[in-house]
């Protein structure tokens, strides 16, 4: 089961609230799955926001971590995530949006900008064409961004 993360790469984000959310998301995703070695937590590698709360989850649970992003990850300040599995496709971000999509099974959105509501439109497409309970495989939660 590879369930994908994506939301606010950002610093300015409730880190309390934001993990709490991700957490019961996760839960409820991953609940359908009894066998915990076979969850892998699949989002954008870098060391900070949605996806650094994402892999500290995966961490606490011993589920395998993916970090899919474009080579402009090596770039950004905050680093990247220490993964089990890296996959980079293009140079700037959004170049992997649909190898993630191709990757994942699940999707778990907690806020995020244009790339992440992107990524859901084209989770929703693939779901349509494998004709998968969108209402199964999607979570979304609006998550704002502090000052």
Not at 8 to 36: F, P, R, Y
Not at 66 to 72: C, D, L, T, Y
Request: glycine fraction near 8%; aromatic fraction near 8%.
């Amino acid at each position: 089961m590879k369930i994908g993360i994506v939301g606010h790469s950002s610093d300015k984000i409730d880190e309390e609230l934001g993990s709490k959310l991700l957490d019961q998301m996760i839960s409820k995703v991953a609940s359908v799955n009894t066998i915990s070695a076979d969850i892998e937590i699949v989002t954008g590698l870098t060391n900070i926001g949605v996806p650094k709360l994402a892999y500290k989850i995966a961490d606490k649970r011993n589920y395998l971590k993916v970090g899919i992003s474009a080579q402009q990850a090596y770039e950004v300040k905050c680093g990247v995530y220490p993964v089990d599995k890296e996959i980079i496709v293009g140079q700037k971000f959004g170049d992997e949006s649909t190898a993630f999509i191709d990757y994942i099974d699940y999707l778990v959105r907690v806020g995020g900008g244009n790339q992440s509501a992107n990524e859901v439109k084209l989770f929703k497409s693939k779901c349509a064409l494998l004709n998968w309970d969108i209402k199964e495989r999607l979570q979304e939660q609006e998550f704002k961004l502090g000052s």
